[in-house]
């Protein structure tokens, strides 16, 4: 079935460092693609999304393209604040179905 | 934009009593919403997927008996924890979304204890 990888955490980065988070996924059909944030003790916020290959998906600073020759959605942002402090979780939304699939999530610290 | 409310966003119940959490679209129809768990620091995980007017649809492995759902309107999903037990807590989270293909939104969370 359809699934969802995402590099493992925690990710530690120093204030203004460059962010990358990997994200690669396997689906029989033409899945849209999407990053959710979540901040501690809150539910989930969409950050991006794209919904067809090639389309990069911005939001915040944080940037994704998605990747259809790779089967990729790589997460990244120039220049990380301590605000961005979370966990990033990479998810597919089937083409056949409704339901969202997730990676097992990428916590992210930033420390001044 | 698309707002999904939960409710209560924390309970706290004793062993054998039931739990009902709410979730609501506020300005968007929801025909479908989904009810998701999450373990501490873990992914989420689909429970079942809600469908207004008919029954809902679990998930390999999820107790239909033992989280009931309920979605009466185009705008509220109840998940109903029967006879919860300390296992059972969680953090739950419903979603939804406004257009199909488009990202969901989520609820604030539920975070159910029971001691």
């Known amino acids: 079935g359809d699934s969802v990888t995402q590099m493992e955490g925690p990710v530690t980065l120093s204030e203004e460092a460059f962010l990358t988070i990997n994200c690669t996924y396997t689906?029989?059909?033409?899945?849209?693609l999407f990053w959710y944030v979540q901040y501690p003790g809150e539910g989930l916020q969409l950050l991006l999304k794209?919904?067809?290959?090639?389309d990069k998906g911005s939001n915040k600073g944080f940037e994704a393209t998605y990747r259809k020759e790779t089967t990729s959605f790589h997460l990244e942002k120039g220049s990380v604040q301590v605000s961005d402090s979370a966990v990033y979780f990479c998810?597919?939304?089937?083409?056949?179905?409704?339901?969202?699939?997730f990676g097992p999530g990428t916590s992210l610290s930033v420390i001044p | 934009g698309a707002v999904v409310s939960q409710h209560p966003s924390w309970v706290i119940c004793k062993s054998g009593t039931s739990v009902k959490i709410e979730c609501r679209s506020l300005?968007?129809?929801?025909?479908?919403m989904f009810w998701y768990r999450q373990f501490p620091k873990q992914s989420l995980m689909l429970m079942a997927t809600?469908?207004?007017?008919?029954?809902?649809?679990?998930e390999q492995g999820v107790e239909k008996d033992k989280f009931l759902i309920n979605h009466a309107s185009l705008t509220l999903s109840t998940l109903t924890v029967t006879s919860a037990h300390p296992e059972d807590s969680s953090f739950y989270i419903c979603?939804?979304?406004?257009?199909?293909?488009?990202?969901?939104?989520f609820g604030s969370g539920t975070r159910l204890t029971v001691v």
């Open positions: 979603s939804a979304s406004p257009q199909t293909g488009d990202g969901y939104t």
């Open positions: 689906a029989t059909g033409y899945p849209s």
């Open positions: 794209a919904t067809k290959a090639d």
């Open positions: 998810a597919l939304r089937e083409t056949s179905y409704d339901k969202v699939i």
């Open positions: 300005d968007f129809q929801a025909t479908t």
């Open positions: 809600s469908n207004e007017g008919s029954k809902a649809t679990y």
